[in-house]
């Protein structure tokens, strides 16, 4: 069994993340303790219940078994909500808080987006989990010497490839260009397979296709700084005059009906073997293994002829203890479980197949899947995940223009204009 060191991940994290700075302020003592694992005995109930409100549609079945568990063992009920994929999750979330509800639990992706949260935030840099936090995961949490979420996970994605979809297309080394890439997807289409399997969900090509560009900047933080004060534009950008050629092969080169196919969609068309390449991370692992086991890998997403490839790796989202609800130490408490109890670890690990985001949980290549071992392998070279560095509300409008885009109403031009557009619509406010 193939074990990767998590400590090598915590220092290449720290290297894509440079940016981002501060102590995590961890002093050991965790507020709820280590509830110890009860077997099969059940707790006896306690008149309480928790509710978390989260975003990550590809854990939600296991999410819920394991709450079930921690019912179990604890005593303490456990509600879990999920909206993603295709929903707002930050609009829903400020609408569950607008009306009176206040979940014990919910996610925020750090930087700009935990703002709003501030004065609900508990600080958890007392937690005994805390001190073994990776740094750099822990960074987009972090103010003023505080932490103010559990991150979640470390997540990674570039394009993920079916082998043998590329055998048999004759394809024997992997593409670290543009052109090389093109070349292989024509390769596939003469041997009858679709090459990409795309989406129209804006977050998709609104977050995570954009953020390419924004992390092959020579210095990402400046550039995002200086286009919200409008001193650089998208429009004549060096790096995003050769993104955009790469969004236009995955556009070229995938299936007929992107303009409809939703998130689900297009996993699925990934996971049937109908199209041999995705831009995804290894969040999909799990969708891919309920419907198959395929021989997969990622490899690097290449916008120009150059060679630098990289896939792109970052704290996937942090679990927020809303300090306003009515059990902001039961919500510390579940959350210490989740990572200290033998339960909790094995559900992260194999049940979520996440790359954990804390030293002292382990993983390995059969735990994490292809996917993950594959985002382990790369991330030495990694670039890091810059969307969250935006106000809500600007990403959506990408995600809008994006689709325009995809959808041949608008061209490259007008496409720059609106990335300089949503920012100043809401900067400017």
Known sequence: MKRWSIMLLAAVLVLVMAACSGSNGANGGGSGGNQADAGN????????????????????????????????????????????????YNALLKAEIASGSEPEIFNSEGFAALEAYYDRAEDLSGESWAKDVIPSAAAPAQVDGKLLGMPMNIEGYGINYNKELFQQAGIEELPTTLSELEEV?????????????????????????????????????????DTKSGDASFVGNEVFEKWINYVDLVFKYSQSDKLTTDYATQVALFATGQAAMIQQGNWIQGDIDKVAQ????????????????????????????????????????????????????????EEFQFIPALTTIEANSEDIGQLGEGVSQLAANAGGWHWGRYPDGIIQGWGAAMQEYQGGTIGKEELFEKFDKAIQDIVQR
Request: hydrophobic share 40%.
């Open 41 to 88: 005995d059940e707790a006896p109930k306690k008149d309480v219940t928790i509710k978390m409100f989260q975003f990550k549609v590809e854990i939600a079945d296991a999410l819920n078994q394991m709450a079930a568990e921690y019912e179990q063992e604890t005593g303490v009920k456990v509600i879990v909500e999920t909206h993603g994929g295709g929903e707002d």
């Open 185 to 225: 997807a024509q390769k596939l289409e003469a041997a009858g397979i679709t090459p990409f399997a795309t989406t129209n969900e804006w977050w998709s090509i609104g977050q995570h296709t954009i953020n390419i560009g924004l992390a092959e900047q020579a210095d990402p933080v400046a550039f995002i700084e």
């Open 294 to 349: 395929l021989d997969i890998g990622v490899m690097p997403i290449p916008i120009d002829d150059s060679g630098n490839a990289r896939i792109y790796t970052g704290p996937a989202n942090f679990w927020i203890v809303n300090s306003k609800s009515k059990h902001p130490e039961e919500a510390k408490a579940f959350l210490e479980w989740m990572v200290t109890s033998e339960t909790g670890k094995r559900y992260l690990t």
